[in-house]
């Protein structure tokens, strides 16, 4: 019913500026099946049937988020999260600026993961890793319940860029999103 997709599973990684874990893939699979009546439908979706948010336990689930400090050494770089994308840019603290800083990721007070069907997942030239009905495309993990999207994410759907999913989003929630993530934190990345 449930998988890993190849794209999730190489974004969350230590290292990566992305949430991460340590515990096994397989117990992720399990907490999401456990939690999956908790199920609720993913920012721009209306109903439960193309992407939906599953929030489970966060123990074993990191934040790799440095607080944002006046000074702080910051990097930039151009990058794509998938060759066929466009490219933007990605600022970041590395992490051996943060560790001397004092700054380490942390662990996870909530996680969301989210899935995506098989439908959504084939939209916008996207592809599937698996046969299953739905694939874990993303791993949520924060010191906040809920948090809004990436606003270049809500674009990309929006505008049904190349892997993008279809959605539609009001014009408070992309001013929440770029609110938020102005002064969320930064990426922790190597």
């Keep these: 019913m449930i998988a890993w997709s190849n794209f999730a599973i190489k974004r969350h990684k230590k290292g990566t500026g992305n949430s991460f874990f340590n515990i096994s893939y397989t117990e992720v699979i399990q907490r999401v099946l456990d939690s999956w009546d908790k199920k609720y439908p993913g920012q721009g979706e209306t109903g ?18 440095a ?37 380490l990721p942390f662990p996870a007070i909530f996680c969301n993961i989210v899935c995506y069907s098989a439908e959504a997942l084939l939209e916008n030239d996207g592809e599937r890793t698996t046969e299953q009905e739905w694939e874990i495309v993303a791993v949520l993990a924060s010191h906040k319940e809920k948090e809004s999207m990436l606003p270049l994410t809500m674009a990309r759907n929006f505008l049904e860029k190349s ?5 539609i989003y009001t014009a408070e929630e992309f001013a929440v999103s770029i609110y938020e993530n102005s002064n969320n934190g930064i990426k922790i990345k190597d």
Excluded: C, W
């Design 67 to 103: 607080p944002l400090v006046d000074g702080m050494p910051l990097r930039a770089e151009v990058v794509r999260r998938q060759p066929h994308e466009d490219p933007y840019v990605e600022t970041y603290i590395e992490t051996k600026d943060a560790e001397r800083l004092g700054i």
């Design 163 to 167: 892997g993008g999913t279809k959605s």
């Design 48 to 65: 439960l049937d193309r992407k939906v948010v599953v929030p489970i336990n966060p123990k074993g689930f990191f934040v790799s988020l």
